[in-house]
């Protein structure tokens, strides 16, 4: 296994991590079988909603399974830094609920992971471009 074969592996584990993990969670704001989502809204950001929190956590559901199917596709790397934000978004959220910190602090390794992973993405689709021109020049 080269090295490049040994990055493409860590790539793909935190891409299928990240992908799979997202969706489900974003799917359960719907259903509450892992937790009672509107629980985890701040005060502070319950007061600046324009709705309530129920149908807030469900446009952050709809949120969450979109970017979680980007991450599984083409647009890895886009997605993932949007992962990034919106995990350290969540994390500010939950200190700010005064509860939750165990929450909040895996949510910040998470959003690293989430960056690891689009520099990763975008290493190897620059090396995957080089691949192909000194391909295409070597059939020329």
Do not use: C, Q
């Not at 359960?28 to 950001?45: M, N, Q, R, T």
């Not at 969540?90 to 929450?103: H, M, S």
């Amino acid at each position: 296994m080269t090295i490049d074969e040994r990055l493409d592996s860590a790539r793909l584990a935190l891409k299928y991590g990240l992908g799979l993990a997202a969706f489900p969670a974003g799917l359960d704001k719907f259903f509450d079988l892992l937790a009672h989502w509107e629980g985890y809204v701040s005060p502070l950001v319950r007061a600046a909603l324009p709705v309530g929190p129920t149908t807030f956590m469900h446009v952050v559901g709809i949120i969450e399974m979109a970017v979680g199917l980007a991450i599984l596709t083409r647009w890895t790397a886009a997605a993932t830094y949007v992962a990034m934000v919106w995990l350290v978004l969540i994390a500010a959220n939950l200190v700010t609920t005064g509860r939750y910190f165990d929450v909040a602090v895996r949510d910040g390794p998470m959003a690293i992971a989430a960056y690891a992973l689009a520099r990763l993405t975008e290493v190897s689709a620059a090396a995957s471009r080089v691949a192909e021109g000194r391909r295409l020049g070597a059939a020329a």
